[in-house]
């Protein structure tokens, strides 16, 4: 079962599939991160707000 590696919470395996390259099995960041987002090999603030 893939789990966020930011915040530990379950993601789907077509949410894994799609957002994690083919040789990681868990996303770095997901929906339920806010305001967290992927930037290259890292996870990073957003710099603005994803729910205002």
Do not use: L
């Not at 040789?23 to 994803?50: H, L």
């Amino acid at each position: 079962m893939p789990t966020c590696q930011n915040c530990g919470s379950f993601v789907t395996d077509a949410y894994a599939r799609v957002f994690t390259p083919s040789d990681v099995d868990d996303p770095r960041v997901c929906p339920d991160c806010e305001d967290k987002i992927r930037d290259g090999a890292d996870v990073r603030t957003a710099r603005s707000p994803r729910n205002p």
